[in-house]
T-cell receptor, first 108, second 113 residues
Framework: AQRVTQPEKLLSVFKGAPVELKCNYS??????LFWYVQYSRQRLQLLLR??SRESIKGFTADLNKGETSFHLKKPFAQEEDSAMYYC??????????FGQGTRLTINP | DVKVTQSSRYLVKRTGEKVFLECVQD?????MFWYRQDPGLGLRLIYF???????EKGDIPEGYSVSREKKERFSLILESASTNQTSMYLC????????????FGPGTRLTVT
């Protein structure tokens, strides 16, 4: 079965420090991957998708097919980045498979 | 503006009751999804639908059923609620086939006592 793993349930960093949220997947071929974010009291929303190769709110994510990883990175964390983050590979047809999520806390 | 709405934000039901969770989207999306969100388990897909009257089981369909009579509405039904179905339920929709963005509703926090 196709799987996605986010090894850190909780991640805490100081404001201004670099952030990396890890995501590993077990897919063959060329999956398409997404990062979704849920801020406090807001609905879950798309943060970025690897195919667009964009930087959203300072975040980037690179697909590493050799390591089957899609880690989310930001060089300088801000307090408003505190949220729940989900990695979600596309599982064929219309479905996504969500990871367990990482709760990121940015300390002032 | 994209809109997915869910009928209730909070719901408290008793064990054994039949529970209906409603989801409506106004984007003319073909696909609709029901997930449950639990701490440490992430989002798990219960059922999804890619067309009116079509449904497919997700990863955890046991104890649930769904109904999609109209394109904009997707209902999740708990035939006989149990305490282990206490959770946050999220509805989502997306367009077309392939890997498209899913748009989420605000969620319904269901407590079964």
């Amino acid at each position: 079965a196709q799987r996605v793993t986010q090894p850190e349930k909780l991640l805490s960093v100081f404001k201004g420090a670099p952030v990396e949220l890890k995501c590993n997947y077990s897919y063959s071929g060329s999956p398409e991957l997404f990062w979704y974010v849920q801020y406090s009291r807001q609905r879950l929303q798309l943060l970025l998708r690897h195919i667009s190769r964009e930087s959203i709110k300072g975040f980037t994510a690179d697909l590493n097919k050799g390591e089957t990883s899609f880690h989310l990175k930001k060089p300088f964390a801000q307090e408003e980045d505190s949220a729940m983050y989900y990695c979600a590979p596309h599982q064929g047809a219309q479905k996504l498979v969500f990871g367990q999520g990482t709760r990121l806390t940015i300390n002032p | 503006d994209v809109k997915v709405t869910q009928s209730s934000r909070y719901l408290v039901k008793r064990t054994g009751e039949k529970v209906f969770l409603e989801c409506v989207q106004d984007m003319d999306h073909e696909n609709m999804f029901w997930y449950r969100q639990d701490p440490g388990l992430g989002l798990r897909l219960i059922y999804f639908s890619y067309d009116v009257k079509m449904k497919e089981k997700g990863d955890i369909p046991e104890g649930y059923s769904v109904s999609r009579e109209k394109k904009e509405r997707f209902s999740l039904i708990l035939e006989s609620a149990s305490t282990n179905q206490t959770s946050m339920y999220l509805c989502a929709s997306s367009t077309g086939t392939g890997a498209h963005e899913q748009y989420f509703g605000p969620g319904t926090r269901l407590t079964v006592t």
